[in-house]
């Protein structure tokens, strides 16, 4: 199985602030990553496939990068709204394995 | 709108077995994704269950092939899944979702999500 790695697992940031979780992958699985928010008491929401590219809808203030094993979700300002926790993804091969997640609490 | 809704029982027996069903609306089972189903124990991360393509196609989780099946229904745009054998390592919030269009694994679209307790 393909183990994904997250850190940090808990991030304390504030409003505007510019903040970069990563993703690290046991194994090369090219750009075959998703990441996803996810509130509590709700569902994960897709914000970013294949590695870099954004979800119809989401804010451009989220981005992505990355290949092969390493990889990265960058808020570029935090909102209000963007406390939550984030977990990435891979479908480069099944068991299609999720990181732990980071929680992004507020400082 | 595409809507996914999970329905369950709530509370199952221990070595029972488990069914959920997903209803799909605003968009047919019969396109370009796969359905997948997930699950998060309370306070814990997600896990990947399952995908299954309206051919029947199906993927499933290593750790739960043993006991696990599932089913498409297009009649009734709606896609199930059987866990037999639970135990209370099998609690969690179950999710369905969708696969994008275009038979990709990442999935778009989510359900709200089904509690299911396993005990006696």
């Known amino acids: 199985d393909i183990q994904m790695t997250q850190s940090p697992s808990t991030l304390s940031a504030s409003v505007g602030d510019r903040v970069t979780i990563t993703c690290r992958a046991s194994q090369r699985i090219s750009t075959w990553l998703a990441w996803y928010q996810q509130k509590p008491g709700k569902a994960p929401k897709l914000l970013i496939f294949?590695?870099?590219s954004l979800q119809s809808g989401v804010p451009s203030r989220f981005s992505g990068s990355g290949s092969a094993t390493e990889f990265t979700l960058t808020i570029s300002s935090l909102q209000a709204d963007d406390f939550a926790t984030y977990y990435c993804?891979?479908?480069?091969?099944?068991?299609?394995?999720f990181g732990q997640g980071t929680n992004l609490e507020i400082k | 709108q595409v809507h996914l809704q999970e329905s369950g029982p709530g509370l199952v027996k221990p070595s029972d077995t488990l069914s959920l069903s997903c209803v799909v609306s605003?968009?047919?089972?019969?396109?370009?994704?796969?359905w997948g189903w997930f699950r998060q124990p309370p306070g814990k991360g997600l896990e990947w269950i399952g995908y299954i393509y309206h051919s029947g196609s199906t993927s499933y989780n290593p750790s739960l092939k043993s006991r696990l099946t599932m089913s498409i229904d297009t009649s009734k745009n709606q896609f199930s899944l059987k866990l037999t054998s639970v135990t209370a390592v099998d609690t969690a919030m179950y999710y369905c979702a969708r696969g994008a269009p275009g038979s990709f694994f990442y999935m778009d679209v989510w359900g709200k999500g089904t509690t299911v307790t396993v005990s006696s």
């Open positions: 605003g968009y047919s089972i019969t396109g370009s994704s796969w």
């Open positions: 294949d590695a870099s």
């Open positions: 993804q891979q479908y480069s091969s099944s068991p299609y394995t």
